[in-house]
């Protein structure tokens, strides 16, 4: 039998092969274009997961998946986030409304692992990672640090790879669930312009979009590719009024708003991010590339409604028995005894009556030694959490043959920082001169890359010649804390009378937190792949690393393919990985507010080694380690195109925040000793440990068949995911059931996305089926069983018409979420207690249907 000629000469290599020093290859596009035009059968080139020639994703030892920019602008959002959920199987995540930070970056996860065991390249060189950490309701994500891929604009690409195997030992940490590869657009000529505009049914959450690319010459051997895409974003509700708020308000208390809180998407202002990207043929051995970004938003989100009666260390310290009142003098019991009136509602049951109108209430105002802080919020109040995220990047290189050898040179930096700021919320220790807007400080992430990568061909007697890589990558990390404002972090004259210290909500960093931390980092590694004869293709992979901080790990990769026939092939892969503790999980400093059987509690975040963490079991955190085993099945048959692939993934030592630890009165003298200060206003700790073990097992199914049909051409595609993780171990007193539940089933085991694409000579339609499968649904880290269920599966419908109106101006109208599927529900008797209508996990947009409008002129 014929078999497929799989050959690839040195010549045709020597501006392909480009090795990051991150173990990662660079964009080879001209190569891939060269190839394209040669191969027909040959549809979509990939540069991940081999050292060898860009290859094939059906020739690809390990499943690869490629979208183009076209397919990925066929959906009503602009978020790169939202383009990659309908396109990669086993690939989640989902808005986070009143989550902190997670606000600013959303976090994501492939293949059931937290969104920094994703390593994320572009134009094959690793990432930045954000500088904002998953803190609240992130389940998987919990205490996840990966990058931020949302500031990439769908004008700025050519195509996203996406590598779904573990890949440490060929591209080094943060690789145990894959890669992703945003290969960035190389035109020099030529370009686009889109203007987009949608909003949810409900009316709200309108955005508009602008973005723009242009390929310009660079003298007659180079170029110069521009991308732009400036965004803004309304605010979304799907809030109720709160019980609690809406009985103040008949208890004749008009300081409360309705609803007291919103609980929805963040309103994103002046979201801009700009790439370039170029290339310039020095000679015909040698091409120098460069290429970068900058990027900017502001985001605005919503908290928890603090109510003027029973908050913690604000209004009550006794839960609402009676007002928290401070003394001038200093001596409280000179102020007396403010209670909390009670009454009786319309159906008989006990409420809180208006403090407000009290005689003890008014008595204690007149005095002007006392005061408590219903004087400035007497309606309660709901602090909005804000941040302006700043990204830029610049790598450059020089690629090219020095006789049999390809080499690849280049060195880039990359940074992300976050500002934030809290408004509407209070210093309660510094009494009524506390301000009411507060600058809380900042997190800044700086990673810094240099490589030098080498690959060739060698003729070792075999049939064909046996392709080998190998490379030194030097990189360097830091993460630093800038200090807020004095009065949003300060400790205020009445903490000693048990007064939250700093602003409420999000505690401003101080000068025992401000400060940077770095580690470095050397890899080595080796990469060799082969064809045995006409059907085997084998591949192995070494590398070396050795952290400034933790020691050295070694770690190696197994990879094989059997073509048993020209239309069917059968894929293997086993590996060893490791994910290092990022320097920002080892040295963060937060204070957050998460919900316990809905109470909100203050919740400190302390390095494992802070005094207040090792007393309660921190240590100095180690490398996840990871074995993964893969197998799958490849068919290709002229039109149709269908890989199964079954993955199974261990880690042990998995990274992640603890569960909320309490902190006990009858250790406050022992921390006292330790070194904490105030240990009586701090309700419970969290920090980050390597405390449990995980199996991650699941299936992925990618299909496509493209036909003639009714007319015109039609594609059909599938991805399908099923994904089944297992808590094998951890540590009970660092992590909870609930915990445990959220790992396990936080996100549904069958994940499926069915579409149709179909095009005519001036108009197209995409209409695509979005399966979601039963998940454990929690309210932020609420696993009670008050606050959270399983949830029932759903189905979403996108649609989208385009028609070219003229040759370069194409019309496009559509909706996601078409027949408008409501989110989980919260339970009944949630409902009002929390102020939110949905639950906060989730794999779908719980805003509902949105609707959107779309002009593109491509020049």
Not at 67 to 82: A, E, F, R, V
Not at 108 to 133: Q, W, Y
Not at 317 to 345: F, R, Y
Not at 746 to 765: C, F, N, V
Request: charged share 20%; glycine share 10%.
């Amino acid at each position: 039998m014929m078999m497929k000629n799989k050959k690839f000469g040195v010549s045709s290599l020597s501006l392909a092969i480009s090795i990051a020093l991150s173990g990662a290859l660079v964009s080879t596009q001209a190569f891939a274009a060269e190839e394209e035009a040669k191969l027909e059968n040959v549809e979509k080139i990939a540069v991940v997961g081999s050292r060898a020639a860009p290859r094939s994703i059906g020739d690809s030892p390990v499943p690869i998946d490629i979208i183009s920019s076209d397919d990925l602008k066929k959906n009503g959002s602009t978020d790169m986030i939202d383009m990659l959920v309908t396109s990669v199987p086993s690939f989640n995540s989902r808005a986070q409304p009143i989550s902190d930070a997670a606000t600013l970056v959303r976090p994501v996860n492939l293949r059931g692992l937290p969104s920094d065991s994703t390593l994320v390249l572009v134009n094959g060189k690793r990432r930045h990672r954000a500088s904002v950490i998953a803190f609240q309701g992130g389940g998987i994500n919990d205490g996840a640090q990966g990058p931020d891929i949302s500031v990439i604009p769908g004008a700025a690409l050519k195509q996203v790879e996406v590598l779904r195997d573990g890949a440490a030992a060929q591209y080094g940490s943060d690789a145990i669930a894959g890669v992703m590869n945003f290969v960035l657009k190389d035109d020099s000529e030529g370009g686009s312009i889109t203007v987009s505009q949608g909003e949810y049914y409900k009316g709200d959450g309108a955005t508009t979009t602008v973005d723009g690319n242009i390929g310009l010459p660079l003298t007659d051997d180079g170029f110069v590719n521009i991308s732009a895409q400036y965004k803004n974003a309304d605010a979304t509700s799907r809030s109720v009024q709160r019980f609690d708020a809406a009985n103040l308000i008949a208890q004749g208390n008009t300081e409360v708003k309705d609803p007291a809180q919103i609980w929805g998407n963040p309103e994103i202002n002046d979201d801009y991010s700009i790439f370039i990207n170029s290339g310039f043929d020095i000679n015909d051995k040698a091409h120098l590339y460069a290429f970068g970004n900058y990027s900017s938003r502001d985001v605005v989100g919503g908290f928890y409604y603090r109510n003027p009666h029973n908050r913690g260390n604000v209004y009550s310290n006794d839960e609402g028995e009676t007002l928290l009142v401070g003394a001038v003098n200093g001596d409280q019991s000179s102020c007396g005894i403010v209670p909390i009136p009670k009454t009786t509602d319309a159906n008989g049951n006990t409420v809180d009556g208006n403090v407000l109108t009290s005689q003890p209430y008014l008595d204690m105002v007149a005095d002007p030694n006392c005061f408590s802080m219903n004087q400035i919020r007497p309606g309660g109040y709901t602090p909005q959490f804000a941040g302006t995220v700043e990204d830029r990047s610049f790598f450059a290189g020089v690629k090219g043959v020095v006789g049999e050898w390809n080499y690849d040179a280049s060195a880039g930096t990359g940074k992300n920082k976050s500002t934030f700021s809290l408004r509407n919320s209070l210093n309660p220790s510094l009494g009524l001169d506390t301000p009411t807007d507060f600058e809380t400080g900042a997190y800044e992430q700086v990673e810094s890359t240099v490589n030098l990568d080498v690959s060739r061909f060698i003729n070792v007697g075999l049939s064909e010649d046996i392709s080998f890589a190998t490379g030194f990558e030097w990189r360097e990390e830091s993460f630093e804390i800038t200090q807020g404002e004095e009065a949003s972090w300060i400790a205020g004259p009445y903490a000693d009378q048990g007064f939250n210290i700093g602003s409420h909500g999000f505690k401003g960093f101080g000068p025992e937190s401000a400060g940077k931390n770095s580690r470095h980092n050397i890899g080595i590694y080796a990469d060799t792949e082969a064809y045995i004869g006409d059907r085997w293709l084998l591949g192995a992979a070494l590398r070396y690393e050795d952290f400034s901080t933790f020691g050295d790990t070694l770690n190696y990769k197994l990879s094989a393919q059997f073509s048993a026939t020209d239309e069917l092939s059968l894929r293997a892969s086993h590996s060893t990985g490791f994910r290092a503790p990022t320097v920002g999980q080892e040295n963060v400093v937060n204070t957050q507010t998460s919900i316990v059987n809905g109470d909100l509690i203050q919740t400190f975040i302390a390095p494992p080694t802070n005094p207040l963490s090792a007393f309660y079991g921190g240590k100095v955190l180690e490398p996840e380690e990871s074995v993964s085993n893969a197998f799958g099945v490849v068919y290709e048959d002229g039109d149709f195109f269908l890989t199964v692939d079954y993955y199974h993934i261990e880690v042990e030592g998995r990274i992640a925040q603890s569960s909320q630890i309490s902190v006990e009165a009858e250790d406050y003298d022992a921390l006292r000793a330790a070194g904490v200060d105030h240990p009586e206003l701090i309700s419970a700790v969290t920090f980050y440990t390597n405390d449990f073990d995980t199996t991650t097992q699941g299936v992925d199914i990618v299909g496509s068949y493209d036909t003639e049909l009714l007319s015109g051409y039609a594609k059909f595609s599938l991805a399908y995911g099923w994904t089944d993780t297992s808590v094998d171990k951890y540590d009970p007193a660092t992590t909870d059931a609930g915990k445990v539940r959220r790992l396990e089933d936080g996100i549904p085991a069958h994940r499926a996305t069915l579409t149709w694409a179909q095009s005519w000579d001036d108009l197209s339609m995409t209409l695509r089926g979005n399966y979601f499968g039963e998940y454990y649904a929690t309210h932020a880290d609420d696993t009670s069983d008050w606050g959270s269920e399983v949830a029932d599966a759903a189905v979403t419908v996108d649609l989208e018409v385009s028609y070219a109106l003229t040759d370069g101006l194409t019309l496009s109208v559509g909706a996601n979420n078409l027949f408008d599927q409501k989110a989980q529900k919260l339970k009944d008797g949630t409902l009002g207690e929390l102020g939110g209508v949905y639950y906060e996990s989730g794999p779908f947009d719980y805003n509902g249907g949105f609707y959107y409008g779309r002009l593109s002129y491509r020049f």
